[in-house]
């Protein structure tokens, strides 16, 4: 993945704290995610089971629906950024206005872009209060009913490394990436850039089970019509804002 998660390391060697500077970076994670739909359709068919049947088409049509207001809520960050590479979007974040405040895009009017973002994330990654796929008192246990052992276990850490990769991807666009106070000797400076990007990733991950254990779930109905009557409309004045203050 083209994930970085810090600056550059100089020695004898410039060392990018990445795998790889994809230019395309971020079109590319969002690719590889939106696969996961087909896994979970063909999970709840193939188990031979009617809940997981159901389970399986709630799911992808929770994912469909939501995907299209997460890409919309992330094109605010493009239009700003000028380009699709993370690095770049997370350079574009650096400085501060009025003397303190970080540059950072969810507080340069991104904020509706996250809150998008964000709801959207819950719905793909069928977490609480979205997580229909799984509600246990009407479907069991959704689309893995029929599955244990490994191949649960292989569904469980896709859904939480699927949370981990939502968590990465926000901090890299709204919140400045690797970016946050630097100071000490030379080698602190170079570990600082880690712990702040790990620490933004933490306090996303917090909020994910702060939420799962406060709120309670949606009706199907209601999930569906949030997603089509409010957060698609909402997403898509975010972006028509942005693109007119930008090129205002």
Same mark, same amino acid.
């Given at each position: 993945?083209?994930?970085?998660?810090?600056?550059?390391?100089?020695?004898? !060697?410039?060392?990018?704290?990445?795998? /790889?500077? @994809?230019?395309?970076?971020?079109?590319?994670?969002?690719?590889?995610?939106?696969?996961?739909?087909?896994?979970?359709?063909?999970?709840?068919?193939?188990?031979?089971? =009617? !809940?997981?049947?159901?389970?399986?088409?709630?799911?992808?049509?929770?994912?469909?629906?939501?995907?299209?207001?997460?890409?919309?809520?992330? @094109?605010?960050?493009?239009?700003?950024?000028?380009?699709?590479?993370?690095?770049?979007?997370?350079?574009?974040?650096?400085?501060?206005?009025?003397?303190?405040?970080?540059?950072?895009?969810?507080?340069?009017?991104?904020?509706?872009?996250?809150?998008?973002?964000?709801?959207?994330?819950?719905?793909?990654?069928?977490?609480?209060?979205?997580?229909?796929?799984?509600?246990? /008192?009407?479907?069991?246990?959704? !689309?893995?009913?029929?599955?244990?052992?490994? =191949?649960?276990?292989?569904?469980?850490?896709?859904?939480?490394?699927?949370?981990?990769?939502?968590?990465?991807?926000? /901090?890299?666009?709204?919140?400045?990436?690797?970016?946050?106070?630097?100071?000490?000797?030379?080698?602190?400076?170079?570990?600082?850039?880690?712990?702040?990007?790990?620490? =933004?990733?933490?306090?996303?991950?917090?909020?994910?089970?702060?939420?799962?254990?406060?709120?309670?779930?949606?009706?199907?109905?209601?999930?569906?019509?949030?997603?089509? =009557?409010?957060?698609?409309?909402?997403?898509?004045?975010?972006? @028509?804002? /942005?693109?007119?203050?930008?090129?205002?």
């Amino acid at each position: 993945m083209p994930f970085h998660w810090g600056g550059t390391v100089i020695g004898p !060697y410039r060392i990018p704290l990445q795998i /790889t500077d @994809v230019n395309t970076g971020l079109l590319l994670i969002l690719g590889v995610t939106s696969i996961g739909v087909y896994g979970v359709a063909l999970a709840g068919w193939s188990s031979n089971n =009617k !809940y997981s049947l159901l389970g399986g088409l709630r799911a992808s049509a929770q994912m469909v629906s939501y995907e299209i207001s997460l890409g919309l809520s992330l @094109v605010g960050v493009l239009i700003m950024s000028s380009s699709f590479s993370l690095r770049a979007i997370v350079d574009a974040q650096a400085g501060h206005f009025w003397g303190f405040i970080p540059r950072w895009n969810i507080f340069t009017g991104q904020f509706i872009g996250f809150f998008c973002y964000l709801i959207a994330a819950y719905a793909e990654t069928n977490r609480i209060p979205f997580d229909l796929p799984e509600a246990e /008192t009407e479907l069991v246990a959704g !689309y893995h009913t029929e599955y244990s052992a490994m =191949k649960f276990a292989m569904f469980f850490m896709a859904e939480y490394a699927n949370m981990i990769t939502v968590a990465c991807l926000a /901090t890299l666009l709204f919140f400045g990436g690797w970016r946050g106070p630097i100071f000490g000797p030379r080698i602190l400076q170079v570990l600082l850039p880690l712990f702040w990007f790990g620490a =933004k990733v933490f306090a996303f991950l917090f909020l994910y089970i702060w939420v799962r254990g406060t709120l309670p779930r949606f009706r199907y109905d209601q999930l569906m019509a949030f997603g089509w =009557k409010f957060l698609l409309p909402l997403s898509i004045a975010n972006l @028509v804002a /942005t693109a007119i203050a930008v090129a205002w």
